[in-house]
C-alpha cells in the first residue's frame, strides 16, 4: 500500500510542480516569476522520481533515480534564496553566490561520486536512499538556507506597507513551509527514522495554496490559469495512459497525444495571454491619456488663470485712458484706446469660456440655484446684445407670454451668461443678414426657450460637431473668426446641469437654424 501510496505521490508531486512552472513562465518575464519558475521545476524533478524510485526493485537503478532527484533536492534552497533575493532585495549578494558555490559542490558529489547517496531496501519494499559522508552536511544546507529564507521573507512582509506585496508574502510563506514541511520527511530515513514516505503528499499544497491565493486575491490572470488548468489535466491524462500502455502501437498514439495535447494546449494558453496583453495595453494606454489628459487641463488652467490677469489689468489701463484718468486724451488716441478695450473684453470672454470648459469637464463649477422668469433673463440679454443687433441692421423679433409666468429653478447667472447670452450671440454673429426670432414660452410642464435665424445655416456634418468641446463647423471659423468652439459645449453642460436640455434645428446650409433649449418649470 505504501509503495503505490508513494508513486501516486510522486506524480501529484510532478503534476502539481509542473503546472506552477508552466504557470510562472508564461507570465509577465519578471525576476521573480522566472526563479519560481525554476524553483518549481526543481520540485518537479525531485517529486516526480518518486514514482520511479517506487516503481523499480534493481538497487543500481533506483540509485540512478535518486542522484537524479537529488539535482533538484539540492537546486531547491538555491533557487529559494534567489527568489527570495530578487523578490526581496534584502539579502548580502555573497551570501547568494556562497549559497550558489555550495550547490555546485553538491552537484559534483551527487552526479560523479558516491558520497552523496547509498540505497538499501526499506520496510516499505523498495530502495530508500541511505545517504553518504556528504549527506548530513547537504541536509544541514537545505535546512539552514530554506530557514534564513523564510526569515526574509517574514522581515520583508513586516517591513512592507503594500497591501498587495503582503498578501502576496503571506501566501508564498505559508505554501512554501506547508511544502519543505512534507519533503523533508525524505530525509528522515538517512537517519534511521522510518516516517512513511506518503507524507510528501503534504508537498502539493503549496501549488494548491498558491491556486487559492490566484483564485481569492487575483494575483495572477484567471483566464491564464483557466486556459493552462485545461492543458495541464490533458496532459496529465494523457501521460498516465501513457504509462498504461502494454504494445508498441499503444505507446505510439498516446505519445502521439501527448504530443498534439501539448501542441493545442501552447496554442491555447498563447492565444488567451496575446487577447490579454492586448487588452492590458489598451488599459495601460488608456491611463497615460488619462494623466496626459489632467496635465493638459492643470496647464491649461494655469495659462488661463495668467493670461486673464494680463488681460484685466489691459483692460483696466486701456478703459483708464479713454476715460480721461490720466488726463485730456486726443479723439483718436481715445478711439484706439476703446476699440483696444473691446478687444481685450473679448480676449478676457474667451479665456473665460476656455476656464469654464475645463472647470465643467472636471466636475469643480457649483450652482447656485434660485427662481427666477426666463423671460426676463432673455429679455435683458437681448437689449445688451442691441448694439451688436443694430450694427448688423438685422431685425429682431421676441414672442414672450407675459400673462403666463415662464418660472424656473437654476442658477440664473450660469444661465444667463453660458447659455442666453451665447445663443443670442451666435444667431446675431453667424446671420449676415436678416431676422432673428426670440421665443420664450411655457409648455406644459417645462419652459422653453428658442432662438430662430435666417443666417447661415447648419449641415449634417456639422451637426455632430454641435455641444462638442472645441466643435467648429467646417466654415464657421470664416464667419466668426474668434470662436473658441467651447461656447455651446458650456451652454449643454450647464443646462443639463439644472436637468434641462438642449437641441439644434436647421434644413441645411443657408437655411438657417433653430436653437432650443427647456428647463422643468417651477
Not at 558555490?101 to 538499501?120: E, M, N, Q, R
Not at 476699440?339 to 472636471?362: E, F, H, P, Q, W
Request: aromatic residues 14%; proline residues 3%; neutral net charge.
Amino acid at each position: 500500500m505504501t509503495l503505490a501510496l508513494t508513486g501516486i505521490a510522486g506524480i501529484v508531486i510532478g503534476a502539481t510542480s509542473l503546472f506552477m512552472s508552466a504557470l510562472m513562465f508564461s507570465l509577465a518575464r519578471t525576476v521573480q516569476n522566472m526563479v519560481w519558475g525554476f524553483f518549481c521545476l526543481a520540485v518537479f524533478c525531485w517529486g516526480f522520481m518518486f514514482y520511479f524510485i517506487a516503481s523499480t526493485q534493481d538497487a543500481s537503478v533506483a540509485l540512478l533515480w535518486w542522484k537524479i532527484s537529488h539535482i533538484g533536492v539540492i537546486l531547491i534552497p538555491v533557487l529559494f534564496m534567489q527568489f527570495v533575493y530578487a523578490f526581496t532585495r534584502k539579502m548580502n549578494p555573497w551570501l547568494l553566490i556562497s549559497t550558489y558555490a555550495l550547490g555546485l559542490f553538491f552537484l559534483y558529489t551527487d552526479l560523479f561520486t558516491s558520497s552523496l547517496i547509498s540505497v538499501k531496501m526499506s520496510p516499505w519494499g523498495f530502495y530508500f536512499n541511505h545517504g553518504g559522508i556528504f549527506y548530513p552536511a547537504l541536509v544541514a544546507f537545505f535546512f539552514i538556507f530554506i530557514t534564513y529564507g523564510h526569515y526574509l521573507l517574514l522581515r520583508a512582509y513586516l517591513a512592507s506597507s503594500d497591501p498587495a506585496q503582503r498578501r502576496q508574502i503571506q501566501y508564498f510563506f505559508i505554501a512554501t513551509v506547508v511544502g519543505f514541511v512534507g519533503g523533508s520527511v525524505s530525509f528522515a530515513p538517512v537517519f534511521e527514522w522510518y516516517l512513511s514516505p506518503t507524507a510528501i503528499l503534504t508537498v502539493p499544497l503549496y501549488p494548491i495554496i498558491m491556486g487559492y491565493a490566484i483564485l481569492k486575491y487575483r494575483l495572477f490572470n484567471l483566464r491564464v490559469v483557466a486556459a493552462q488548468l485545461m492543458a495541464l489535466l490533458l496532459f496529465v491524462v494523457s501521460f498516465a495512459k501513457l504509462f498504461t500502455a502494454t504494445t508498441v502501437s499503444d505507446y505510439l498514439i498516446n505519445g502521439g497525444l501527448i504530443v498534439v495535447v501539448l501542441v493545442l494546449g501552447g496554442y491555447l494558453i498563447r492565444s488567451v495571454m496575446y487577447e490579454l496583453e492586448q487588452r492590458d495595453l489598451i488599459e495601460r494606454q488608456e491611463k497615460e491619456l488619462e494623466v496626459a489628459n489632467a496635465q493638459q487641463e492643470s496647464l491649461l488652467h494655469f495659462m488661463s488663470h495668467e493670461i486673464k490677469g494680463y488681460l484685466t489689468k489691459s483692460e483696466a489701463g486701456f478703459a483708464a485712458i479713454s476715460q480721461g484718468d490720466f488726463g485730456p486724451v486726443s479723439p483718436a488716441l481715445a478711439t484706439m484706446s476703446e476699440n483696444a478695450v473691446a478687444d481685450v473684453r473679448k480676449g478676457v470672454r474667451t479665456v473665460m469660456d476656455i476656464l469654464d470648459a475645463s472647470n465643467l469637464k472636471r466636475g469643480t463649477v457649483s450652482y447656485k440655484k434660485v427662481s427666477f422668469d426666463l423671460k426676463d433673463t432673455v429679455r435683458s440679454v437681448v437689449e445688451h446684445l442691441r448694439p451688436a443687433i443694430d450694427e448688423k441692421h438685422l431685425t429682431v423679433e421676441t414672442s414672450f407670454a407675459w400673462e403666463v409666468p415662464c418660472t424656473v429653478n437654476g442658477d440664473e447667472e450660469k444661465i444667463r451668461s453660458h447659455v442666453v447670452r451665447n445663443l443670442v450671440d451666435n444667431a446675431i454673429k453667424y446671420t449676415p443678414a436678416g431676422t432673428i426670432k426670440v421665443e420664450v414660452i411655457r409648455a406644459g410642464p417645462v419652459v422653453r426657450f428658442s432662438i430662430k435665424d435666417s443666417g447661415v445655416g447648419i449641415t449634417d456634418e456639422d451637426k455632430k460637431k454641435l455641444f462638442t468641446e472645441g466643435g467648429h463647423g467646417k466654415d464657421s471659423v470664416k464667419i466668426n473668426v474668434h470662436s473658441t468652439g467651447y461656447g455651446l459645449y458650456i451652454a449643454k453642460t450647464i443646462v443639463e446641469a439644472q436637468g434641462g436640455k438642449i437641441w439644434a434645428e436647421s434644413e441645411g446650409a443657408g437655411k438657417g437654424s433653430r436653437f432650443v433649449f427647456e428647463l422643468a418649470a417651477a
